[in-house]
């Protein structure tokens, strides 16, 4: 009866799938990028890729049906035993969601059963039989080596042995369960006997490897960028390159983004997606297959018979039944880009332009990286997809490793020469052109960058020359004969400008998107809302500039007046607009109206904020509550980008009260959980809630002999303050702390309830232990820091410093230093020469093991008397230069292009939110605490430089960081970061971050009385 029963259920699904028609299926759906593929038998095949697209054939591909999987799932491997038995595996796109998916069948596709992953980022799955199964994603600290496996279908799951790898793009497994591994910076890994043996674990390199495969007696095949490709033969356990290497170019034209193999013959694809390479002998010899389209190709799979499928950008699926020698489209014919971004780094992305194209009107976008860190990728091509694009590539060739590179012309090109291996110009007008031809793009979008942007300048020039050399049939001759790429014409170039002025088009937050019912801010911030937090720079606005091209485009489109009809290869189809649709956006018009004059008056500051918050259910009225959620969302991150924090949180507070369970609840929750339980945030309200009066005035003293500064000031002040009461006998600073510690303990609850997996990250984690410790639950924090030291990843040290000074027995951790109180106060000339100095511990500035600096070493030292916090340091330049110190200082100034300390001070040691004050060569200062920019102490700053070196002395009073001096015995967190521009960052105290600044984490200032 069983039997019966599946049989009916597939037989449905076959019937209702063919006679979807394309007009049936949801447009994005249609053309979402497919990422993987799996043949089953000779007839049966499933293809899966972005926003859920899943299609399967069950005639060798010829035809194709769309299957519905359930949730929001970013596909990115499948696995079918039978033809009715399989799984596939991704990542939640749901909006604030990261972990991974994935789903099961066990009647052919008609019902799916969702089984949450493990790891995130899973990029391929494998079971060998219903139990027995492998998950391939990210590393973390709970499952370093990023490879899990269950064997019981599912139900649970156990990692295998293995280093933190947190980049893994490929994986393939022989029947037998073992395999390999590969991805960032070229790293592979062996999967045998359930551990991962990883290789390469120190190479640094921005190159990847995206394909692996298992060919015959467990051979092995890896390709990658730069047309890179490694075998392993049978039975062996050292990678070689193929015997005869691919043709001289293709490096510089082709990046292998799949590959399969049969016995010793294996295919190799990628982008371009015009050509397959075939080898039939394990790399003797090599074969180039023209494919008939351009579009980059992202799986293949070839049985031994011969037949073979290949799937890639735009929904695109090719087949052939002689082993390669022929392709043809099946899906997918003729289609290409509408529009093509080009940009540095992805901070500059015009996400509005492409949401209001793409998601809105249909065109057919992706985005294009020139210099971005893994992390940064993943979450700039999951915010362009959620908007509607293809995602976003980015290329390996040139980094932006130094901080502000691209602002110093001479270290830029320099630097750039070398990636390139010759003329930069030269090797971007070749990518460029590859790219062009290889999209066919009609609208082109650059960076416009302000004067001092030379990356945008370089690349700017590079753009126009390969708009003329993509259209020149007698241009880019030997990589058009390797690829097969045929001339392209781009129609438009526009550059994405922050000028204000006259522009061709202009996307703001309150451009209202009229199917969406909804205002492109609000959609941008949702699909920023799973990247890294805090998520930095805060979206506000598109203006383009039109430089070459034809039509005219409208005020809210680049792609509007060039003909691109809907259904075309560069346009979705889309619905037509219903009547209940266009109601819906002249409502969400006339809402966005008035929150743009809310908004107006709220960065005014003409009403109190009381009186705002009172106002909004008013203009929320009528809106559904995910909308309403989102709303508040997005303003509240609006107003903490503009250092607004009261507002932002404010804001926060109303999402999670009017709509508890929203998507975003779990993102609202982790900001307001950090900002209750930061000591410093908690400080800085809490005086407000007193009655303080200060009096502080500096008299000028000589610099000590040698200083060329003249900065040298001594402080006198007076400063008195009483405490605010409730009648006579209640401390209403003591009932705040209460209030808000019980107020974070909910936070911790519901951000448990919304997001496990945020829940669990280290940086909560660290928040919780730092929340427990306020609440005098030191055994409860203990045992959050014993957890995280026994698990890999840039907080492990961290959590060990914290479990040893829990006993305080051996040897201190290497990041600590004594803070010795002084006698005498020390004269601030920025000399360095007082007894108070010569008594403290220095703390070396090292550079990063990425990025390693010659010469320039720096040093710090501490002090601190009753009233003074003293911080001191002499660093050696980088380059022969003196800037002239300032006579007058201003808050939060502008350090860009200066060499500068940032110093980090961590009162309750959560290691998330601290106080920042950064100063530069200068004298200039800037101050931050929690990311509050309106936090602006009254510190005292002495510099003195020469061309050698430049030295400060800083005094901070103790009543602007805390209650008073902390007590013998006590510790803060100390975190202390030089940039030096163009050259790289010093530091101590912290770790590296994804960009090699050491930023993470920070040291041990441990408080010692005075020595008699």
């Known amino acids: ?57 069950r005639d060798s591909g010829q035809t194709w049906s769309a299957v519905p999987l359930p949730g929001q799932v970013a596909c990115r491997s499948v696995c079918f035993l039978t033809d009715r038995v399989g799984w596939i595996a991704g990542m939640d796109e749901r909006p604030g969601r990261t972990g991974g998916v994935l789903l099961a069948t066990r009647d052919g596709g008609a019902l799916w059963k969702t089984i949450p992953a493990p790891v995130r980022n899973v990029h391929h799955v494998r079971f060998f039989d219903l139990q027995h199964g492998l998950l391939v994603g990210q590393g973390d600290r709970r499952y370093p080596s990023g490879v899990v496996e269950t064997r ?111 016995g010793q013959q294996a295919w190799a694809c990628g982008s371009p997606g015009s050509t397959v390479w075939y080898t039939p002998d394990g790399g003797l010899h090599w074969e180039r297959q023209a494919t008939g389209q351009t579009l980059p190709l992202y799986a293949i799979s070839i049985s031994s018979g011969g037949q073979g499928l290949a799937v890639g950008a735009l929904g695109v699926i090719l087949r052939t039944n002689d082993a390669g020698r022929h392709w043809k489209t099946v899906r997918g014919h003729g289609r290409r880009l509408a529009m093509l971004t080009i940009h540095v780094t992805p901070a500059t992305l015009p996400l509005g332009v492409i949401a209001r194209d793409s998601a809105e009107s249909g065109y057919r976008s992706a985005g294009f990286l020139l210099s971005a860190s893994p992390s940064e990728w993943r979450d700039a091509d999951r915010s362009v997809r959620a908007l509607g694009g293809q995602g976003v590539e980015t290329d390996w060739r040139l980094g932006l490793d130094q901080p502000e590179l691209s602002r110093n012309a001479e270290q830029l090109e320099q630097r750039w020469r070398i990636e390139a291996e010759g003329p930069v110009d030269d090797m971007l007008v070749d990518r460029l052109v590859g790219l062009f031809r290889t999209w066919r793009p009609s609208v082109v979008i650059i960076d416009a960058g302000d004067e001092g942007d030379h990356a945008a300048k370089m690349v700017r020039q590079a753009v126009v020359r390969a708009i003329r050399y993509s ?41 209202v998107m009229r199917r969406h019912g909804e205002t492109v801010g609000a959609v941008v911030h949702r699909s920023r809302l799973s990247m890294a937090w805090p ?171 040698g200083a060329q500064s ?102 201190p951790p290497k990041r600590s230093v004594v803070c010795r109180a002084s006698r005498g106060r020390p004269n601030l000339d920025g000399v360095l020469a007082d007894p108070c100095w010569e008594q403290a511990s220095e703390m070396r500035l090292k550079s990063s093991q990425r990025l390693s600096i010659d010469g320039a070493a720096g040093f710090a030292l501490v002090s601190c008397d009753d009233r003074f916090l003293y911080l001191g340091a002499r660093m050696e330049r980088a380059a022969a230069s003196s800037p002239t110190p300032v006579t007058t200082r201003s808050f939060d100034s502008d350090h860009t292009g200066f060499d500068r300390l940032t110093i980090f001070l961590d009162t309750d040691r959560d290691y998330q939110l601290g106080y920042e004050l950064t100063i530069d060569e200068r004298g200039q200062v800037s101050e931050r605490c929690g990311r509050d920019p309106a936090w602006n102490p009254r510190c005292h700053v002495a510099i003195d430089s020469d061309d ?34 163009a050259v790289g960052w010093q530091g101590w105290g912290g770790v590296a971050d994804s960009q090699g600044a050491p930023s993470v984490g920070a040291g041990l200032m441990m408080f010692a009385g005075r020595r008699r």
């Open 948 to 981: 050698a070196a430049w030295r400060l002395e800083i005094a901070i009073p103790w009543t602007e960081l805390a209650v008073g001096r902390p007590a013998p015995g006590s510790c803060w967190g100390l975190r202390l970061v030089r940039t030096i521009p």
């Open 535 to 705: 998520r930095e720079p805060l979206w506000s606005g598109d203006r383009l500039k039109r430089t070459l091209g034809s039509g005219r485009p409208l005020g809210d489109s680049a792609c509007q007046g060039l003909g691109l009809v809907a259904g075309s290869g560069a346009r979705r189809y889309l619905a037509p607009e219903s009547a209940e649709t266009g109601r819906d956006g002249d409502i969400a018009t006339r809402r966005g109206r008035a929150l743009s004059a809310w908004i107006q008056l709220a960065e005014s500051r003409s009403r109190p904020f009381s009186a705002l918050l009172g106002e909004l259910p008013t203009l929320l009225r009528g809106m559904d509550q995910r909308r309403v959620g989102w709303c508040l969302l997005n303003l509240a991150e609006r107003f903490r980008d503009a250092g607004d924090l009261p507002l932002a949180e404010s804001l926060l507070a109303e999402l999670l009260d009017r709509c508890p369970g929203h998507e975003a609840s779990a993102s609202a929750s982790r900001q307001l959980l950090g900002v209750t339980v930061s000591r410093e945030r908690r400080w800085q309200r809490l005086k407000r809630t007193g009655r303080r009066s200060s009096v502080s005035a500096p008299v000028n003293n000589s610099p000590a002999h």
């Open 471 to 511: 259209a020149d049939p007698t241009r880019w001759a030997v990589p058009a004969a390797l690829t097969g790429l045929t001339p392209w014409a781009p129609r438009r170039l526009f550059e994405r400008t922050e000028m204000s002025g006259a522009v061709a088009v202009r996307v703001g937050p309150g451009t």
């Open 1 to 57: 009866m069983s039997f019966v029963k599946n049989a009916v259920l597939a037989l449905l699904l076959v019937v209702a799938g063919s006679s979807c028609a394309a007009s049936e299926v949801r447009p994005d759906h249609d053309d979402a990028d497919l990422h993987a593929i799996a043949q089953v038998g000779g007839r049966v095949a499933w293809a899966v890729g972005d926003r859920g697209a899943a299609w399967f054939t």
């Open 152 to 262: 019981d279908g599912g139900k649970s799951w156990s990692p295998l042995a293995g280093p933190l790898s947190d980049d893994w793009r490929a994986a393939a497994f022989a029947t037998d369960g073992h395999g390999v591994v590969a991805g960032g910076s070229l790293r592979t890994g062996t999967v045998s006997e359930a551990a991962v043996l990883n290789n390469d674990a120190s190479l640094r390199t921005r190159k990847a490897w995206w394909g692996a495969a298992i060919g015959g007696q467990r051979s092995a095949w890896l390709v990658g960028d730069a047309a890179a490709v490694l075998f392993r033969p049978s039975n062996r356990s050292a990678w070689r390159t193929p015997e005869t290497p691919l043709p001289v170019g293709l490096a510089n034209t082709t990046t292998f983004r799949a590959v399969t193999a049969s």
């Open 710 to 811: 003249g900065q040298g000031v001594a402080i006198a002040t007076r400063a008195s303050e009483s405490p605010l009461r409730i009648g006579t006998k209640v401390d209403l600073r003591s009932e705040a702390t209460k209030g808000e510690i019980a107020r974070a303990v909910q936070l911790a609850k519901g951000l448990k309830r919304y997001s496990a997996t945020l829940f669990d990250e280290a940086e909560t984690q660290l928040t919780l232990a730092a929340l427990f410790r306020s609440r005098e639950s030191t055994q409860l924090a203990d045992r959050f820091y014993r957890q995280l030291a026994t698990r890999p990843g840039p907080w492990q040290d961290i959590a060990a410093q914290e479990v040893w000074l829990a006993v305080r027995n051996g040897t």
